[in-house]
């Protein structure tokens, strides 16, 4: 029986040892993540929101030409936390109400009256991030929403293709053409 209680204790210990783990890598990824991030055709905008009617680790992701900033290609809202299995897992939602929202970018104070009803859940579009030696990635939790990201230093890409996870946890695209998104960090950003 004690040796059962003690295999019980070191397993526990094992779970709170690695959800400790995740929790410093969340808080890694929050501080590198945020940024204004462009290519020769877009830009995405990353911002760590203040909306605590919501959660703690909220983002908001815009991506836009890179030309004009009002053509808006999509918007989500983030919620990231460290999820049952010691998972950095990242919510997705999309806004109800768009138009109300617009000027967030460059007043990010205006989310701070964000409440979870003004979202509109994306099932199936949770990332799972990973860390590796490298920098972060993530894939998609389920097939109907095949995403990929990859944050290594000041490159951020992303993927609408379905990937795998490779050897080392990171995202392996599929074969072919390189499927991502490639984009750098502005000048002056910071991580």
Not at 14 to 23: F, I, P, V, W
Not at 35 to 59: K, S
Not at 68 to 86: F, N, T, Y
Not at 96 to 115: C, I, Q, V, Y
Request: aromatic letters at 8%.
């Amino acid at each position: 029986m004690t040796a059962l209680v003690g295999a019980g204790a070191w397993a526990l210990s094992a779970c709170t040892s690695q959800a400790d783990l995740r929790k410093a890598e969340l808080a890694a990824l929050v501080v590198q993540l945020p940024g204004e991030y462009h290519n020769p055709r877009q830009q995405l905008t990353i911002l760590h929101l203040a909306a605590p009617m919501v959660g703690d680790e909220i983002f908001y992701v815009r991506e836009t030409m890179a030309d004009d900033s009002r053509r808006v290609i999509s918007e989500r809202v983030w919620s990231l936390d460290v999820a049952a299995g010691a998972r950095i897992l990242a919510v997705a939602y999309a806004l109800d109400d768009p138009e109300r929202w617009r000027g967030g970018a460059e007043s990010p104070e205006l989310f701070r009256s964000l409440l979870t009803r003004d979202l509109r859940s994306l099932p199936g579009c949770e990332l799972e991030w990973t860390k590796s030696q490298r920098g972060f990635s993530a894939r998609g939790t389920n097939a109907a929403c095949p995403q990929s990201w990859r944050l290594e230093g000041d490159e951020l890409s992303f993927s609408d293709k379905p990937a795998a996870a490779g050897s080392n946890g990171g995202v392996v695209p599929t074969a072919g053409p390189d499927p991502y998104y490639h984009f750098l960090r502005s000048a002056g950003a910071q991580p």
